[in-house]
């Protein structure tokens, strides 16, 4: 059974960090391309970051310089650090597992994240 838990969401101040982690189980989690997305309140579900296998990372112009995402395969555990949150951050934060061969993917139950002005 494959689950994936996210962690460390919460209420911050604009300009202020947060660190999410997703835990995974289940799977094998060096063989599968990692990723954060998150979705606002009627707005589509959309990609923060992603991290492929063998490191390499995508990040949209929205986030680049402010998110980093990283991953321990050792600990099953990926994470993304947000700085310089801004309101319009605010979203519940997925994490998604894609399998590198089959495409196969996993999805997490979400954390909120709420920025405040």
């Known amino acids: 059974q494959v689950q994936l838990v996210e962690s460390g969401g919460g209420l911050v101040q604009a300009g202020g960090s947060l660190r999410l982690s997703c835990v995974a189980s289940g799977i094998i989690f060096s063989i599968n391309d990692m990723a954060w997305y998150r979705q606002a309140p009627g707005k589509q579900r959309e990609l923060v970051a992603r991290?492929?296998?063998?490191?390499?990372?995508i990040y949209p112009n929205f986030v680049k310089g402010r998110f980093t995402i990283s991953r321990d395969n050792a600990k099953n555990t990926m994470y993304l650090q947000m700085n310089n949150l801004k309101p319009e951050d605010t979203a519940v934060y997925y994490c998604?597992?894609?399998?590198?061969?089959?495409?196969?993917?996993?999805w997490g139950q979400g954390t909120q994240v709420t920025v405040s002005s």
């Open positions: 991290m492929i296998s063998g490191g390499s990372t």
């Open positions: 998604n597992a894609r399998h590198i061969h089959t495409s196969r993917e996993y």
